[in-house]
């Protein structure tokens, strides 16, 4: 398992790739976002190089507003072409997966809608995406895209589509998480973990684990039994950097700890119930 973090969008990447280093990271998620991080302004060669340079593994994330369900067809398709260029800096870059968050309805018009233009968008990228190398995965967001029921449509109309699971936003405007229930439906497709604390409710609080309500052990071990070992990015977002290192150090070791006798257990009480 590698744990990461994300570049700040308003930072220089070449320097934030510095700190993730120093840190002892593994890994950088990498969001292509303005204003100062946009694929448009980022050097993709230089970033390889930072890289390749501190052994870093890399994934790719992108802006969560782009209105990739706009009735405005010519919107649309713009959102379309600037994932299009995100995708291009990512195969340059060496990530072999990019997120995607899916758009709400837009006003007036019903869920159907949004569902078929988010599913049309993703048709016309993962083409492009193969052709990259580069994999789509897509982001569980409170409130529209957060359940088994609201990820289904698009996840059992693109087979190809990877999960990105975000344990925090799991957690937001349910009456329980909706990790268990992602994880038993689609574990096998998740290709990325987004981890980070809150108190429910609605505020996507981004916490350093142990700060909100979260049980962190559970879900490191609802991972570990579905035997999910990869990249798992501490979405902590604080400016005193302590709290990021001391959710590393707490991830990495409830990681360890978990033995496999306490992951067969957990697998038997779940299958159980
Ligand atoms: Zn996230």
Redesign the pocket.
């Known amino acids: 398992m590698l744990i990461g973090a994300m570049n700040h969008l308003r930072r220089d990447v070449l320097k934030e790739i510095e700190w993730i280093a120093d840190m002892g990271l593994e890994f950088v998620d990498l969001t292509l976002e303005p204003p100062v991080a946009a694929a448009w302004k980022i050097n993709p060669q230089a970033i390889r190089r930072a890289l390749e340079k501190h052994r870093l593994a890399v994934v790719g994330?992108t802006a969560y507003y782009l209105p990739l369900s706009s009735p405005f067809e010519s919107i649309r398709r713009a959102a379309v072409e600037e994932l299009k260029r995100c995708l291009e800096v990512f195969s340059e870059v060496g990530a072999p997966w990019m997120n995607i968050h899916p758009s709400r309805e837009p006003p007036m018009h019903a869920r159907s809608f949004a569902i078929e233009r988010n599913i049309q968008s993703l048709q016309e990228l993962l083409p492009v995406a193969r052709e990259r190398g580069v994999g789509l995965m897509v982001?569980n967001l409170p409130c529209h895209f957060n359940s088994v029921r609201q990820l289904s449509p698009l996840l059992d109309a693109l087979p190809e589509l990877g999960l990105?699971l975000?344990i925090?936003?799991a957690n937001l405007l349910v009456e329980e998480n909706t990790t268990d229930k992602l994880l038993a439906a689609f574990g096998s497709r998740l290709r990325h973990v987004?981890l980070?604390d809150n108190k429910g409710g609605e505020d996507d609080l981004h916490l350093s684990l142990g700060a909100g309500t979260l049980d962190i052990a559970h879900y490191v071990r609802l991972l570990r039994d579905c035997g999910y070992d990869d990249t798992i990015?501490l979405?902590v977002f604080c400016p005193d950097l302590h709290y990021l290192a001391y959710s590393r150090d707490v991830l990495r070791k409830l990681w360890n700890e978990t033995p496999v006798t306490a992951i067969q257990e957990e697998g038997a009480r779940l299958s159980a119930r």
């Open positions: 994330h982001e990105h975000d925090g936003h987004h980070h990015t979405e």
